[in-house]
């Protein structure tokens, strides 16, 4: 199962980290945006680790397991357990939970290239760019709708708080023309921002 996971995680553009023991996972914990762990381990119950992986890690811990009776799932939520998933399970489910825990952390990653809400920054094979807070943000809208073609009137209420102008309009121009320099291009050689002449912006989704 594990091997399965790893594979999986690698495939969608993720680099796991794996352990067989608790004492090897701890050892490898710092820095890990998310913990994947199983109650069930040769040299220790996985509950009992919560509270060293909150402390390496800072992210959250989602167990796999088959022990999911109420009173296990209670005594991990009250150790720091932020998600649970039961064996046996679908790969579709777990990776869709995963991406989902990461954007609680205002981390997005995909095939191409990864944000990271912690340090402002977006980082691809080619190197890491880093952000300005209003830049960020502006990202992080766009991913979260991606494939949808964003009004300015809606980026300039969400990002700014302002209403909509044309005389404030070319704030939301700058803006997004900004962003999409430090952003760059996708692989197949076109801009992740896409312009829609007269309606506004879009945010590619991954082809």
């Excluded at 402390?55 to 811990?61: A, D, N, Q, R, V």
């Excluded at 991913?143 to 990002?159: T, Y």
Aim: glycine fraction near 8%.
């Amino acid at each position: 199962m594990r091997e399965l996971i790893r594979r999986a995680l690698l495939k969608e553009g993720y680099i796991p980290r794996c352990a067989s023991t608790g004492k090897e996972a701890l050892s490898l914990a710092k820095g890990c945006s998310l913990v994947l762990l199983d109650i069930v381990l040769p040299d220790v119950h996985g509950l009992s680790l919560c509270a060293e992986f909150k402390h390496l890690t800072g992210g959250e811990i989602m167990v796999i397991s088959s022990l999911t009776r109420e009173e296990e799932v209670v005594a991990g939520l009250d150790v720091g357990v932020d998600d649970y998933i039961r064996k046996p399970f679908a790969m579709k489910e777990l990776l869709s939970r995963v991406r989902a825990s990461l954007r609680r952390r205002g981390i997005f990653l995909s095939r191409e290239f990864q944000s990271d809400a912690s340090s402002l920054t977006f980082i691809k094979k080619e190197g890491k760019t880093e952000l300005t807070k209003q830049e960020y943000q502006l990202l992080q809208f766009f991913l979260r709708h991606p494939g949808k073609i964003i009004p300015k009137q809606v980026l300039m209420k969400e990002i700014w708080g302002w209403i909509y102008t044309q005389g404030n309009s070319r704030s939301v121009d700058m803006a997004v023309a900004r962003l999409r320099k430090k952003t760059g291009l996708s692989s197949d050689g076109s801009p992740y921002i896409e312009t829609i002449r007269g309606k506004g912006y879009l945010f590619r989704e991954e082809r």
